[in-house]
């Protein structure tokens, strides 16, 4: 089936710094979608993507759709310490078809 | 506005068991979904429906049972819960591609 890979895998970073992190596909997806989810909570949906090319911010979040279609990038501006967490990509290759995962990227902000 | 609840949201149960764990959304969403968490694993797609009455399996079905009978409702039973089924389950819904998700059941099985 199809694979997101998700990197990297886990970062520390110091609380200021901005993050970058990256979903790539070897298939074409119509949508993207970044998540996070906290300790012992459900994801939360963040940002959404649906065009080629297409740049969102939510905060001091900013996620972009990638020009091939598949690839996504999500960067957290001056880091916090509440921006711990697993942060999920997520794509949907066509109209009815579920959403595939990628395995998470395990944020940690050292104050 | 309630959203999407799951109960239980700890379960402890022993092999050969049959237990289920339930969903329920407000939102009136066509779909829903349960999904497994394991370590390494990420999410891995259980089950999935798009309409009362009309279910699909996911990436992981084997060892799993849903029904659907009304668009709010989408429980989730393990027939003979195994050890490897110890996991945390969430279920979701949507209606268009987004999905949104529960808190979560953390089940055991010993």
């Known amino acids: 089936g199809q694979q997101l890979n998700q990197s990297p895998q886990s970062m520390f970073i110091q609380e200021g710094e901005d993050v970058s992190m990256n979903c790539t596909s070897s298939s074409i997806f119509n949508t993207w979608l970044w998540y996070k989810q906290d300790p012992g909570e459900g994801p939360v949906l963040l940002i959404a993507?649906?065009?080629?090319?297409e740049l969102t911010s939510n905060g001091r979040l900013t996620a972009q759709f990638g020009i091939t279609r598949k690839d996504s990038f999500l960067n957290i501006s001056a880091s916090i310490p509440s921006d711990v967490g697993i942060y999920f990509c997520?794509?949907?290759?066509?109209?009815?078809?579920?959403?595939?995962f990628g395995k998470g990227t395990r944020l940690s902000v050292i104050a | 506005d309630a959203g999407i609840t799951q109960s239980p949201r700890y379960k402890i149960t022993e092999t050969g068991r049959q237990v289920t764990l339930m969903c329920h959304q407000t939102w009136s969403h066509s779909y829903m979904f349960w999904y497994r968490q394991d370590l390494g694993h990420g999410l891995r797609l259980i089950y999935y429906s798009a309409a009362a009455d009309i279910t699909d399996k996911g990436e992981v079905p084997d060892g799993y049972v849903v029904s659907r009978s009304k668009t709010e409702n989408f429980p989730l039973t393990l027939e003979s819960a195994t050890r490897s089924q110890t996991s945390v389950y969430f279920c979701?819904?949507?209606?268009?591609?987004?999905?949104?998700f529960g808190p979560g059941t953390r089940l055991t099985v010993t």
């Open positions: 997520a794509g949907q290759a066509s109209g009815n078809t579920p959403l595939v």
């Open positions: 993507l649906y065009k080629a090319g």
């Open positions: 979701a819904s949507s209606q268009h591609v987004e999905q949104y």
